[in-house]
């Protein structure tokens, strides 16, 4: 069975520090990874994705990801925090056929 | 605009009253899946649905049920509602390819009170 775990509820940053939110992932097949971004009273968007093709992958708003498959990890970065980043991020896998698989979620704060 | 539709999106009811939340799928997309919302338990997976047959449960309560049609849209019936059934209800569609994304509406905020 799949899992993700993302570590740290709420993160806080200051505006223009980087930013890393941290996945990792339990999977018996090789993973198809995603991080989704819900800013407040909207549904869920895809940031980006990794589908096996490299393993740093580049999402909208300057977000990317790597895939380090001997961690089992899928951070997600951005080198300068911006105040409208702030936004709840979730990190999830696939196991295909229709089967995803959610963290729980961590709340972007950015401190002007 | 993600494709899927969710109706209605906001909803006011009393306490022990039953309700009804609308899906409908992306376009082409086989599977349903149902996601509760609260501040203090986060984005819960209720129950998915794939080309009308149950195809995995999660932390859903008893008091709620759920189908999806032969045109695959899907309702998520709420019974017996409580004060902690208020909560943003997500419904999301996929496609049995891996590398696609899971693709959400935008919710129905329940209010019970």
């Known amino acids: 069975a799949q899992s993700v775990t993302q570590l740290g509820s709420h993160v806080s940053v200051s505006e223009g520090a980087l930013v890393l939110l941290r996945c990792n992932y339990s999977?018996?097949?090789?993973?198809?990874l995603f991080w989704y971004v819900q800013y407040p009273n909207q549904g869920l968007q895809l940031l980006l994705k990794?589908?096996?093709?490299?393993?740093l992958v580049k999402g909208i708003n300057g977000f990317e990801a790597e895939f380090k498959k001997s961690e089992t990890s899928f951070h997600l970065t951005k080198p300068s925090a911006h105040m409208s980043d702030a936004a709840e991020y979730f990190c999830?896998?696939?196991?295909?056929?229709?089967?995803?698989?959610f963290g729980s979620g961590t709340k972007l704060n950015v401190k002007p | 605009d993600s494709g899927v539709t969710q109706t209605p999106k906001h909803l006011i009811t009393a306490t022990g009253q039953r309700v009804t939340l609308r899906c409908s799928p992306r376009?082409?997309?086989?599977?349903v899946y149902w996601y509760q919302q609260s501040l203090d338990q986060g984005l819960q997976f209720l129950i998915q649905?794939?080309?009308?047959?149950?195809?995995a449960k999660g932390n859903i309560l008893e008091r709620f049920s759920a189908q999806q049609f032969p045109d695959l849209h899907s309702e998520l019936n709420l019974s017996s509602l409580e004060l902690g059934d208020s909560a943003l209800y997500f419904c999301?569609?996929?496609?049995?390819?891996?590398?696609?994304?899971?693709?959400f509406g935008q919710g129905t905020r329940l209010t019970v009170v």
């Open positions: 376009s082409g997309d086989l599977s």
């Open positions: 999830a896998v696939s196991e295909g056929f229709n089967k995803f698989y």
């Open positions: 990794y589908t096996s093709a490299a393993t």
């Open positions: 999301a569609s996929s496609s049995h390819e891996r590398d696609t994304e899971a693709f």
């Open positions: 999977s018996s097949v090789p993973p198809y």
């Open positions: 649905y794939y080309n009308g047959e149950e195809r």
